[in-house]
């Protein structure tokens, strides 16, 4: 899996079913407060986000520990797309 693709899976589906986290692209940007723009660049893989947003990203998402240390696996690894 990429950055990309897990982080648009995280903002789109929870443990709860798809669409719980309840987050929209410009929500989800809004609730860490970046540009909607910038986060579909993240999740495009044509960007990556910064180990700070991502935090602040996996927080607002309800991110388990597991998808936490993937994030960051994949975003050290600069496997974003």
């Avoid at 989800?28 to 579909?40: V, Y």
């Avoid at 947003?53 to 050290?76: C, I, P, S, T």
């Amino acid at each position: 899996m990429t950055l990309a693709a897990l982080l648009t899976h995280l903002r789109t589906t929870s443990e709860r079913g798809p669409t719980a986290a309840g987050f929209g692209v410009a929500s989800a940007a809004r609730a860490i407060g970046i540009n909607r723009r910038t986060l579909f660049r993240w999740e495009a893989g044509t960007r990556s986000p910064t180990h700070d947003d991502l935090l602040l990203l996996l927080d607002a998402y309800g991110a388990n520990g597991e998808q936490r240390v993937e994030a960051e696996r994949l975003r050290r690894a600069g496997v974003t797309s």
